[in-house]
């Protein structure tokens, strides 16, 4: 079946950028995800990719797409103390499912 | 502004006890769905409905059931609670062609000893 895999941890230094990969296996995916999660909260749809881009900027978020080999990116450029949660990667597995990576923990020092 | 809400953010039962995790939407969308979130694992989908007294299987749904008797709401229910069910418990829903729109609920932390 589908699978999401991601790094479990990624430590950085205040105002560097953050890297967080994810690979998929599923060649069928519409959309590409990243879900933002806080401490003690639900989920928040921080951003989206289309599957015939390569790439989509918002902001600080940069989301960058190789669909050959079914890997997807999420960099957060100037991170800061805020930007501490799990980050999840998901696919788009089907019409009615989502496929959710195991969520990279992100930890912002000073 | 978009809600989903789950009845209680905290919840401990015993053993053998039969839980009702309540989701509720204000968004009056077709989808709802029920995951679990484990560390390291990411969130199982357990089961999803697109539509009143619909619903389907996701990718773990023994020791689980679920109902959906109004479009607002969608229940989890636990028949015999086992302690390899303490989890946190996601609830999410979207209309039903906007899966770039999955809006989620704060989650319910259960317990079971």
């Known amino acids: 079946g589908e699978d999401v895999e991601q790094s479990l941890f990624l430590s950085v230094r205040e105002g560097d950028s953050s890297v967080i990969n994810c690979t998929y296996t599923?060649?069928?995916?519409?959309?590409l995800y990243w879900y933002k999660q806080e401490p003690g909260a639900g989920l928040q749809l921080l951003t989206y990719?289309?599957?015939?881009?390569d790439m989509k900027q918002d902001q600080r978020l940069t989301v960058l797409l190789n669909k050959k080999d079914k890997h997807l990116s999420l960099r957060i450029a100037d991170t800061q103390t805020g930007d501490s949660a799990i980050y999840f990667c998901?696919?788009?597995?089907?019409?009615?499912?989502?496929?959710f990576g195991a969520g990279t923990r992100l930890a912002v020092h000073p | 502004d978009v809600k989903v809400t789950q009845s209680s953010r905290y919840l401990v039962k015993r053993t053998g006890e039969k839980v009702f995790l309540e989701c509720v939407q204000d968004?009056?969308?077709?989808?709802m769905f029920w995951y679990r979130q484990d560390p390291g694992l990411g969130l199982r989908l357990i089961y999803f409905?697109?539509?009143?007294?619909?619903?389907e299987k996701g990718d773990i749904p023994e020791g689980y059931s679920v109902s959906r008797e109004k479009k607002e709401r969608f229940s989890l229910i636990l028949e015999s609670a086992s302690t390899n069910q303490t989890s946190m418990y996601l609830c999410?829903?979207?209309?039903?062609?906007?899966?770039?729109?999955?809006?989620f609920g704060p989650g319910t932390r259960l317990t079971v000893t």
């Open positions: 998901a696919d788009s597995g089907g019409y009615n499912k989502l496929i």
């Open positions: 990719i289309f599957s015939n881009m």
């Open positions: 599923d060649s069928s995916s519409t959309y």
């Open positions: 999410a829903s979207r209309l039903l062609d906007r899966a770039d729109e999955q809006y």
């Open positions: 968004m009056d969308h077709e989808n």
């Open positions: 409905s697109y539509d009143v007294k619909m619903k």
